[in-house]
């Protein structure tokens, strides 16, 4: 770093949409530009809640060939080819293919610093990638973990230098003005206003987010509490008539509504009596933060690093994973109790304001950005 000019640093990354993307977008408009010059090097645009306000280069894809392995040789040369000038200060890799394309560009000598990001407990990855990690696990300066349980992942798994391993946890952006109208949320999708709202807002297309364990369970809730309604929010359009069908074959379809993706999606938290994540495995939830922001008790599984969010039994509640039953029995309390709902709901917008605001984690990633540099 010096005084008279910015700090370049390329974000390298497959996606821009879903938790990730809109946590790094978000994240970034927190950093001064006139210190920090970003760019984003990504294999799909964001089509997310977040939009960009630094410039995004797509990685070209072959027209032809476009296939394992040689989409990836193509996909590193041309990445090699752009970082031959002058290579950035740092460079910041998220995503199994982009972590390993920017190992070898520092192994080559294309980046000075490199740092790298792990947001879940590696469910998608096999021997395979964990073979080429630890090959190549010389090359980061730092790995950022989301949580411990991510943290701890890592360690056994890639067996990293545990010195080189970091945890700096996700947060979100305080809600900004007034409450949404959530009386005309309800009015479009036909919920009256003596309704209980259940939500779960996660990309339904990904197995590991156990969105069939929520329907599993509404069966369950409606015959102890008929008013009770449940929304899902989130990717998955490919996913949805298989899930509608599913509801129907339970005898649920007229409680529930599946939105899709949602730009407006804190119109919709707000509707809410009760967020819900099933997920199967984990990282560090921002739907969770964002629920907790929205003073929403929540009810999530005891997985990866939802017990690092929610405080059980004071915030929302933890069940296991793969289990309708604990799920709607935790479920049915809440909607039971207005004054359990309103309590765990203020104690968790409290906990997030005091431990994960956005502001304090972009801080953070500067921290580290900066002794990495002055090293």
């Given at each position: 770093?010096?005084?008279?000019?910015?700090?370049?640093?390329?974000?390298?990354?497959?996606?821009?949409?879903?938790?990730?993307?809109?946590?790094?977008?978000?994240?970034?408009?927190?950093?001064?530009?006139?210190?920090?010059?970003?760019?984003?090097?990504?294999?799909?645009?964001?089509?997310?809640?977040?939009?960009?306000?630094?410039?995004?280069e797509?990685?070209?894809?072959?027209?032809?060939?476009?296939?394992?392995?040689?989409?990836?040789?193509?996909?590193?040369?041309?990445?090699?080819?752009?970082?031959?000038?002058?290579?950035?200060?740092?460079?910041?890799?998220?995503?199994?293919?982009?972590?390993?394309?920017g190992?070898?560009?520092?192994?080559?000598?294309?980046?000075?610093?490199?740092?790298?990001?792990?947001?879940?407990?590696?469910?998608?990855?096999?021997?395979?990638?964990?073979?080429?990690?630890?090959?190549?696990?010389?090359?980061?300066?730092?790995?950022?973990?989301?949580?411990?349980?991510?943290?701890?992942?890592?360690?056994?798994?890639?067996?990293?230098?545990?010195?080189?391993?970091?945890?700096?946890?996700?947060?979100?952006?305080?809600?900004?003005?007034?409450?949404?109208?959530?009386?005309?949320?309800?009015?479009?999708?036909?919920?009256?206003?003596d309704?209980?709202?259940?939500?779960?807002?996660?990309?339904?297309?990904?197995?590991?987010?156990?969105?069939?364990?929520?329907?599993d369970?509404?069966?369950?809730?409606?015959?102890?509490?008929?008013?009770?309604?449940?929304?899902?929010?989130?990717?998955?359009?490919?996913?949805?008539?298989?899930?509608?069908?599913?509801?129907?074959?339970?005898?649920?379809?007229?409680?529930?509504?599946?939105?899709?993706?949602?730009?407006?999606i804190?119109?919709?938290y707000?509707?809410?009596?009760?967020?819900?994540?099933?997920?199967?495995?984990?990282?560090?939830?921002?739907?969770?933060?964002?629920?907790?922001?929205?003073?929403l008790p929540?009810?999530?599984?005891?997985?990866?690093?939802?017990?690092?969010?929610?405080?059980?039994?004071?915030?929302?509640?933890?069940?296991?994973?793969?289990?309708?039953?604990?799920?709607?029995?935790?479920?049915?309390?809440?909607?039971?109790?207005?004054?359990?709902?309103l309590?765990?709901?203020?104690?968790?917008?409290?906990?997030?304001?005091?431990?994960?605001?956005?502001?304090?984690?972009?801080?953070?990633?500067?921290?580290?950005?900066?002794?990495?540099?002055?090293?």
């Amino acid at each position: 770093m010096t005084s008279h000019r910015p700090v370049e640093v390329v974000f390298l990354t497959d996606d821009l949409g879903g938790g990730t993307g809109n946590h790094l977008l978000s994240m970034l408009r927190h950093w001064d530009k006139e210190t920090w010059r970003v760019r984003i090097v990504s294999k799909k645009p964001a089509i997310d809640r977040v939009l960009p306000d630094v410039p995004v280069e797509l990685m070209s894809a072959p027209r032809r060939l476009n296939r394992f392995p040689i989409a990836q040789v193509k996909a590193f040369a041309g990445l090699f080819a752009a970082f031959n000038g002058q290579p950035p200060d740092l460079l910041h890799a998220y995503f199994f293919w982009p972590i390993l394309y920017g190992r070898l560009l520092k192994l080559f000598g294309k980046a000075r610093v490199l740092i790298e990001n792990r947001e879940d407990q590696g469910f998608s990855w096999g021997p395979h990638e964990y073979a080429w990690l630890r090959a190549t696990r010389s090359a980061p300066d730092r790995v950022v973990c989301v949580s411990e349980a991510v943290r701890e992942v890592v360690l056994q798994r890639e067996r990293l230098d545990e010195r080189r391993v970091v945890v700096i946890k996700n947060g979100v952006d305080p809600i900004e003005g007034g409450s949404p109208d959530d009386a005309s949320a309800r009015r479009e999708l036909g919920i009256p206003e003596d309704h209980l709202v259940v939500g779960m807002v996660a990309n339904y297309n990904r197995p590991v987010k156990g969105v069939s364990y929520l329907l599993d369970a509404i069966p369950t809730i409606v015959s102890e509490v008929p008013s009770a309604r449940f929304l899902f929010l989130g990717g998955g359009a490919k996913e949805r008539p298989a899930l509608r069908e599913k509801a129907r074959t339970l005898g649920i379809e007229r409680c529930v509504n599946f939105m899709g993706n949602r730009k407006d999606i804190h119109r919709y938290y707000e509707m809410m009596d009760i967020s819900v994540l099933t997920s199967l495995s984990e990282g560090l939830s921002i739907t969770l933060l964002e629920s907790m922001s929205h003073g929403l008790p929540v009810v999530a599984t005891n997985v990866g690093g939802n017990p690092e969010v929610v405080l059980d039994g004071r915030t929302g509640y933890l069940v296991p994973p793969k289990n309708a039953h604990s799920l709607a029995d935790r479920i049915v309390q809440l909607l039971r109790d207005p004054d359990l709902r309103l309590r765990m709901g203020e104690e968790g917008r409290r906990r997030v304001e005091r431990d994960f605001q956005l502001r304090d984690v972009a801080n953070r990633y500067l921290d580290l950005y900066r002794s990495m540099l002055h090293r």
